[in-house]
C-alpha cells in the first residue's frame, strides 16, 4: 500500500503570499495519479488538481499541481482569504485503489 | 448539474448495523465508478470502498473489510454502504463520491455533503 506524506502539517501564511505543500509517496505513483483537494470546515473535499498537474474544471490559475513519481507539489501563487482551509492530496494507481495524505492547514499568519 | 445526496446516518449502538444511501442525478450514473470516503471528527480523509461501473469489482479499506459491503442500483441512481457490526471508531461523516472513470482507479471529481454516523452506547 502507498502510504502518503504530507509536510508541513500547518502552513500560516498572510494573503498574498505564496504557498508550497509537499507530499510524497512511500513508493512511485503510477502515472502520475496524484489529486489534490481543498476543504474547508463543514465542507466536503473539492477538487483541484488531478494527474497531477491538471486543474479542475472552474479552478483559478493560481493552483497549480507539480511532481512525478514519489515527489509532488500544490502551490498557491497568492493566497486569497478564501484559500484558508486544508489540503489532501490523494493517489488513484495503485491498490487499494485510493489513498489520501494526511492533510496540511493552510492557516492565516 | 451533478448532485450526490446522502441519507441514512444516524445514531447507533456499538455492533448494530445501518445502512447509507446516495443517490445521484445529473450525470448517466451507470457509467462511472463509485466511492465512500469517510472524516472522523477532526480528523483527515479516510477512503472506505469502491465499486465499479457495473458493480463487477469492489474494494474494501482493510479497517471495514468483512463489515461493511458497497452495492448499487444503477436502475435508481443509487449507491449503499451496508455497515454491520459497527465500532466507535467508525464514527465519521460518510461522503459519496464520483470516480471520474468506470473504475475505482480513479480521482473524485463530485462529492455529496455527508451524512454523520456516530456509533455510542
Redesign the interface.
Known sequence: EIVLTQSPGTLSLSPGERATLSCRASQSVTSS?L?W?Q?KPG?????LV??ASSR?TGIPDRFSGSGSGTDFTLTITRLEPEDFA?Y?C?Q??T?????????TKVDIK | QVQLVESGGGVVQPGRALRLSCVASGLTFSNYGMHWVRQAPGKGLEWVAVIWYDGSNKYYADSVQGRFTISRDNSKNTLYLQMNSLRAEDTAVYYCARASGSSGWYYSDYWGQGTLVAVSS
Open positions: 495519479y489529486a483537494y476543504q465542507q466536503a473535499p473539492r477538487l488531478y494527474d479542475a486544508v489532501y490523494q488513484y494507481g491498490s487499494p485503489p485510493v489513498t489520501f495524505g494526511p492533510g
